[in-house]
């Protein structure tokens, strides 16, 4: 019989069958593959069925592993016969070896999950034509009218090496599994997509995926495990017009990702949606309604901000967070008691709670309360107008490290960070010590200057910074454009190297236009201190820094080595038209200092 042939093999090569065949025929040749790969692993079968007749479904592991029973790994070819109509969701579970497929043009229904853990499949044939199905040289297997994505059947050309892949314009679904377990790396979308929907288990398990946009045309997100456990997932762009996610436990398990934006116009997050993910901080929405079950289990953030229209929290849906110890509510005391009695998760009940410190405006127009800044600066990010001046409204002392970070590039076009009454009152508090260290404000490094957002800061005091290394109030990196304007107050703040205050690193535009730096203590720049390279090559051109002072003061700080109050390391100096650099000490000098790079430090 065929089965004893096919365990009888000792050497790779073609099974050809003729005649009729059904069901059992290949339950049989299923288990003689199985006991092939156990007796001789290194033989690599091709099964030709396109001579039969007869076989009209392929049902659940026809081919597949099913508990634990083996699987038919030694099958790396298949022809299938003309005739076939249906290929059932895990006909092919686990076929990890199975690289080229030959499907008749009889096949009108391809079940989502069919090929779950086929990790070598990358070629997929019509020999004679389909009416219902496509297999596009972009190794995606589609629906006759393009807009339904299958399968995904790319594969590196070596372990390590990235995998890229566009989704047409015309793809409306992404259907089923479609990408399930594959290497894909990095997916984008044609600027003109129409994609509407992206189905159950769609990316599940892609390890390798580490960002996606999502395009504006998506509206649902279905089914279950959409995105669930994407390891390497860093990053994910949910479209405005987003109207439900109902894929319970989309991204569970994604462990590297840290924050996310849920766009305006979504009422409800479902089952698990976020569970055991990396989760520190998450934007929720005015129209937000319900909180599923488990829906930020074992998430990692240490405060959340949750909107007045909150209506119900599901049973753990905090469960596990052992960091969250704070609640910012924005609505009244009514609205909380209502929403505690409709709350089944008993550690969001026993958190204290707050009214949000942190407000965001564009001129006069509110886009927002938040318990943390990092939750005003996803709205930016959300919001994506790189025309746009904001401005982030702190009342009162928030502590930790605060980051305006290099993803904000081509975001917005300003960032204001101003307090809301006065530095007396609102403050940035880093909080480091000699135990722990830290900078208080970090603005991120670009390689394109004017992409990164300008910030200002007025009306508050940034104090508590402790680093290690260079930086203690603030540290903005390369290509930022920082303004310290009146109100500001950086005092209280080290850093064990260079600029306790401020740091510059190099090609900052830097004005201080009032406010006061004061009391600061590092090695060099007590007060400020600019990098050795400040001038260099940006866009293409060189790019030289600028440090303007034209009012404020400069006080009080002391250095261990040179520069009390200002250290300028580079040919571009220190430009002061106004203002006073008054009462700072330096062990080394803190008047004037000539250096090989001719350096000057005040």
């Known amino acids: 019989t065929v089965a004893s042939y096919i365990e009888s093999m000792s050497a790779s090569g073609t099974v050809r069958l003729a005649g009729a065949i059904d069901s059992s025929t290949i339950g049989n040749i299923r288990d003689s593959l199985r006991n092939l790969y156990a007796s001789n692993n290194s033989v690599e079968v091709t099964l030709d069925l396109s001579y039969t007749s007869g076989l009209t479904k392929l049902s659940a592991f026809d081919f597949g592993v099913n508990g634990q029973n083996g699987g038919c790994y030694s099958l790396v070819s298949l022809l299938l016969p003309e005739g076939l109509k249906i290929i059932d969701e895990l006909a092919f579970k686990d076929c990890s070896n199975l690289q080229t497929l030959s499907i008749p043009s009889t096949v ?45 059947c790319g594969i590196p050309e070596e372990p390590a090496s990235t ?22 790396t990095n997916i984008t979308f044609q600027s003109n997509s129409t994609l509407k929907t992206i189905e159950t288990d769609a990316f599940y398990e892609c390890k390798r995926l580490t960002a996606i946009d999502i395009p504006d045309s998506v509206t649902a997100i279905e089914g279950e495990c959409a995105f669930a456990y994407c390891e390497s997932l860093e990053s994910v762009d949910l479209p405005a017009g987003l109207e439900s996610i109902d894929s319970r436990m989309c991204f569970m398990g994604c462990t590297k990702l840290t924050d996310i934006t849920i766009p305006n116009g979504m009422k409800s997050l479902p089952y698990h949606i976020f569970g055991d993910s990396g989760l520190t901080t998450v934007s929720l ?4 309604e319900s909180i599923g079950e488990n829906a930020f289990r074992n998430c990692k953030m240490t405060s959340i901000t949750l909107p007045a229209s909150l209506e119900t929290i599901g049973a753990n849906a905090f469960y596990g967070c052992t960091a969250l110890t704070t609640v910012y509510y924005t609505g009244t005391d009514a609205q909380k008691e209502a929403l505690l009695a409709n709350t089944s998760d008993t550690t969001i009940t026993a958190l204290t709670w707050k009214t949000p410190p942190v407000s965001l405006m564009t001129g006069d127009e509110s886009k927002g309360v938040f318990g943390t800044i ?91 910074g402790y680093a ?12 930022a454009n920082l303004t310290i304007s009146e109100g500001t107050v950086i005092t209280g703040n080290t850093a064990l190297g260079n600029g306790g205050g401020v740091y510059l690193c190099e090609q900052v535009y830097f004005t201080m236009t009032g406010g006061s730096i004061t009391s600061n203590t590092a090695v060099d720049g007590a007060g400020i201190y600019t990098t050795s390279t400040i001038g260099g090559y940006m866009n293409g051109s060189l790019f030289y820094s600028a440090a303007v002072m034209s009012d404020g003061t400069i006080s009080n700080n002391t250095a261990s080595g040179n520069g009390g109050g200002v250290f300028v390391g580079g ?32």
């Not at 997929?124 to 299958?150: C, M």
């Not at 790189?386 to 081509?410: K, N, P, V």
């Not at 220190?574 to 000098?589: D, E, K, L, Q, V």
């Open 108 to 152: 009108t229904k391809i079940v989502g999950w069919a090929f779950y853990g086929c990790t070598s499949l990358s070629e997929i044939e019509f020999p004679n034509g389909s009416e219902s199905f496509g297999f596009e040289t972009d190794k995606a297997l589609y629906s006759a009218d393009g807009k339904r994505l299958v399968l995904y």
């Open 163 to 184: 995998l890229d892949y566009t989704v047409p314009a015309n793809v409306e679904v992404i259907g089923d599994y479609a990408f399930q377990g594959s290497s894909i």
């Open 285 to 288: 929405p005015d129209t937000l």
């Open 374 to 464: 990092d939750e005003a600066l996803l709205a930016i990010a959300a919001l994506n107008s790189s025309s746009t001046d904001y401005t982030i409204y702190i009342d009162g002392e928030i502590t930790g490290a605060q980051t305006i970070g290099s993803s904000l590039s081509g975001k917005a076009k300003s960032i204001t960070l101003s307090g809301k009454t006065s530095s007396d009152k609102d403050i940035l508090n880093g909080g480091f010590t000699s135990d722990s260290k830290g900078t208080t404000l970090t603005i991120g490094s670009v390689d394109t200057y004017g992409s990164m957002p300008s910030v200002t800061i007025t009306n508050l005091k940034i104090t508590g």
């Open 468 to 479: 290690s290394g260079n930086g203690g109030g603030i540290i903005a990196g390369k290509g």
């Open 571 to 602: 040919a571009d100096g220190f430009a002061m038209t106004g203002g006073s650099i008054t009462g700072n000490n330096a062990t080394g000098r803190s008047e004037e200092h000539t250096s090989e790079l001719q350096s000057l430090a005040y």
